[in-house]
Each structure stands twice: as structure tokens, then as C-alpha cells.
């Protein structure tokens, strides 16, 4: 069911109310019709020409709180009719709220209150799904006010977005990658969609989950380069076939919650047992009980910790239990300053003084903890269980694990570099 505008989303699940990541060689959802994209193009590359290891940590929380300040705001200014803030001051579709929690009676109330009831169900992880079409006019912080005085019991949230989070150089979008033939296992990735590239040889089916999707992203392009990646860009596991959900595609209002989770339902029903998710927001409960149904049906998340700086908020998904959180370090094997953090951490990996696959069929440079989390996901699916990948990681800092490694560096021999 697709999230139009005005839509409003109750979740049939009562789940707790809790709740990108770098700079890379092009814009994140690539193409000649950039929205969203260009934007944040332009806010990470005034970073990219600070050197971040020299600031302070205070100018450096400073100038990464004023990035985000100015992506948001640019945001807003520029797609307000798609986009608005929630009552936590969080970049969301416009009108669409997703509840959790609620019965019959909250949802009678909601009826009689002029809400527009409409069901379905996120297949793959046999979560119900209730939308609500909220009454003309009204905005989203007024209709989560007035939904959770009609549902007192139930847990009321936007649908938030979840961003990728910067370029270093421009390019096109590239042609579409499309599945060559039968492979293996695949490993599943929920970005932007994958151009055709020659390192990526493997198989790679792709779905969108977005309006214009899927479509090649430079994004999704060099976080697939760091997984499956062969010839110029070797990654983690090279030649493993992918399985790509693209969440974003032409849409302003791309990498919603709602559209995260039914892509992880498409990985559970695909019996997907690794998926990394370089993408960062806030906390949010549709996302949190995908994430929980998706781990009791087998599947692992690896996530990035963002690259907000460790004085953000904590980092989700990477900070749900059960999702593999991870870092980046530099080539020094020094933690990245603007890497963000999580609720726990448990692996770093290389993201800078590196090269990727760019959406033109080319290489760059790559920096941040985006392109830490494939590195970390494709390790997983070759070691095949998050022990067998603790016995592989290289001990850094304090002796065992620690709040800036984690369990310890993975794949600290995957860095490309020319």
C-alpha cells in the first residue's frame, strides 16, 4: 500500500515507543532530476572541505549540529508540501502518523472523529497495517495531538525519514543493475537502488519501495561495491549476490519508516539472513517491531552509527537491541570524529582513506560510517554467525570490547585504495 499524502498509519502491534551516514563520491539517489539528493550533496560537501580530524570537539559538535541544522531546514524550504516536522522537531512525510497500540474502541474514536480507516499488511513479517486518511487541513503535529487524546493506550509517531548523508563529487545516476542469473545466498541492502558497475558481477534483483523506485543510485551503488565488490573495488564479500530495496527513488519523501519496514519484510520473506541499513533517524515504533519481527524470522541488521558526531542523539536503527552497530575508522585505525553513536556498539570498520564504486561506472573516495556497515555485513554473511565474527576482529583500544571499537575491527584488510 502505497503512504500518499495526508495518509495515516496504525500499526496493529503493540509495540514500545522508542524510535546517513557519510560522504561519498556522488549524490545519493543520483540522476538527472536530483530533489532531496542535491540538498544533501550541498550541506556535507562545505564539510568535506573541513578538515574534521582538527576541530575541537566543540566546533566540531558546532559545525555538525549546524550541517544538520541547515539540510533540515533546506529541506523544508524546498519540499515543505511532502515534508514537515514532527512534535519532536524530526524531518516526516507530511500527515501520516503511525500508531501502535491500538483497539477497537481508540479505533471507533478515530472514526467518528472523520479519520478514514483503511487495513493491510506488511508481507513477510504478518504485520497489520491500518491507515488512517486524516481530515483536510490538519496538520501533523495537531493530528498526533488529537490521535493521542482519541487513543490514550496506544503510541502515536510521524513516519519518520531516514537519510544517507553527503557526496564529494558529482555524477550521474547510472543504469540500473539488474540480476544476470542464479547465485548463492544473497545479502540484502535497503538504501537507494544499485547502478550497473563492472565490479559488481553477481547477481542483484532489486524491488522499489518508493514512488519512482527502483532507481540507480550513487548511494546504494557504493554501499553495494563495499559488499559484493570484484576487480577495481574488492569488497567483503566479493561476488555475493544482492538483494537491493530501494526506499527511495525519485521521492522527496523517500526513506520513510513505513517503506524501511516493508522492505525488511521483503528480506524476511526472501529468508534473508544479513541486511545492512546505512541510513540514520530517529526512533520510531513501526520501525522498531519490523526490526524485532525481521530478527525473529532470522534476519541480522547491520546498521551504520551516522556521521552527526558522538554529541548527537543516539542512532537508529543502529540502536535497536539486536542490530549490529558499527563505526568507521580512518587509515590509522583511529575512530572517524564525526562518527555518530548508538545505544551499544559492536564493530568498527574502514570508512575514509578509501575508494568505492561511483554510480558512473568509475571510483572515488568514500567517507563515513555508511561505508563501514557493508564492510561489516558482507564479513557476517561469509563468517556466518556474529560469534565466528567476534573471533575475527582485530582488538583495538581497551583490552576486549569497548565504547569506540566495539568487539573490535572487521575487514581491516577490505580498504581499497588506487
Known amino acids: 500500500m502505497g503512504m500518499m499524502k495526508g495518509l495515516i498509519m496504525v500499526i496493529g502491534l503493540a509495540f514500545p515507543l522508542s524510535v546517513a551516514a557519510q560522504l561519498l563520491p556522488g549524490t545519493p539517489l543520483g540522476g538527472a532530476t536530483q530533489v532531496v539528493p542535491d540538498l544533501l550533496d550541498r550541506v556535507d560537501r562545505t564539510l568535506d572541505r573541513t578538515n574534521l580530524d582538527r576541530l575541537s570537539p566543540s566546533r566540531l559538535a558546532d559545525r555538525l549540529l549546524a550541517a544538520r541544522s541547515a539540510r533540515i531546514a533546506d529541506l523544508l524550504q524546498r519540499h515543505g508540501d511532502v515534508i514537515e516536522l514532527d512534535d ?6 507530511r500527515g501520516a502518523i ?4 491500538a ?3 481508540a479505533l471507533d474514536a478515530l472514526r467518528e472523529a472523520g479519520y478514514t480507516i483503511e487495513q493491510s499488511r506488511i508481507d513477510g513479517l504478518d504485520l497489520l497495517v491500518t491507515g488512517l486518511t486524516a481530515p483536510k487541513g490538519k496538520s501533523l503535529i495537531a493530528a498526533l495531538r488529537e490521535i493521542r487524546a482519541l487513543a490514550p493506550s496506544a503510541q502515536a509517531s510521524a513516519d519518520n525519514l531516514y537519510f544517507p548523508s553527503g557526496a564529494t563529487s558529482a555524477q550521474t545516476g547510472g543504469t540500473l543493475a539488474t540480476s ?4 548463492g545466498q544473497a545479502i540484502g541492502l535497503i538504501d537507494g537502488g544499485v547502478a550497473a558497475h563492472p565490479t559488481l558481477t553477481a547477481p542483484v534483483e532489486q524491488r522499489g519501495f518508493a514512488r519512482g523506485a527502483p532507481r540507480a543510485s550513487a548511494h546504494g551503488t557504493t554501499v553495494a561495491s563495499l559488499i559484493s565488490g570484484t576487480g577495481i573495488i574488492k569488497g567483503a564479500a566479493p561476488g555475493a549476490p544482492l538483494l537491493v530495496a530501494d526506499v527511495y527513488g525519485n521521492d522527496p519523501a523517500g526513506g520513510g519508516a513505513f517503506a524501511i519496514a516493508r522492505a525488511l519484510g521483503w528480506m524476511a520473506a526472501r529468508r534473508t539472513p544479513v541486511v ?3 541510513l540514520v533517524g530517529p526512533d520510531n515504533p513501526l520501525l ?6 525481521a530478527r525473529d524470522r532470522g534476519v541480522t541488521v547491520v546498521a551504520a552509527v551516522g556521521n552527526d558526531g558522538p554529541a548527537a542523539p543516539p542512532a537508529f536503527p543502529a540502536s535497536y537491541p539486536g542490530v549490529v552497530a558499527v ?4 587509515g590509522r585505525n583511529r575512530p572517524l570524529p564525526e562518527a555518530g553513536k548508538a545505544a551499544h556498539l559492536d564493530f568498527a570498520a574502514p570508512g575514509a582513506d578509501m575508494d568505492a564504486a561511483r554510480a558512473d561506472g568509475g571510483r572515488g573516495p568514500v567517507r563515513g560510517t ?3 556497515a557493508p564492510l561489516v555485513a558482507g564479513r557476517l554473511a561469509r563468517a556466518g554467525s556474529l560469534s565466528a565474527l567476534e573471533r575475527e576482529a582485530q582488538d583495538l583500544g581497551d583490552k576486549g570490547r569497548d565504547a569506540r571499537f566495539g568487539n573490535g575491527l572487521i575487514c581491516g584488510n577490505c580498504r581499497n585504495r588506487r
Request: proline share 3%.
Open 288 to 293: 522498531a517491531g519490523a526490526i524485532r519481527l
Open 180 to 183: 544476470t542469473g542464479a547465485g
Open 98 to 101: 503511525l500508531l501502535t497500540g
Open 370 to 372: 555508511s561505508f563501514a
Open 103 to 105: 483497539d477497537a474502541a
Open 88 to 93: 519532536r522537531r524530526q524531518p516526516a512525510r
Open 327 to 330: 563505526t568507521g575508522v580512518d
Open 276 to 278: 545492512t541499513v546505512s
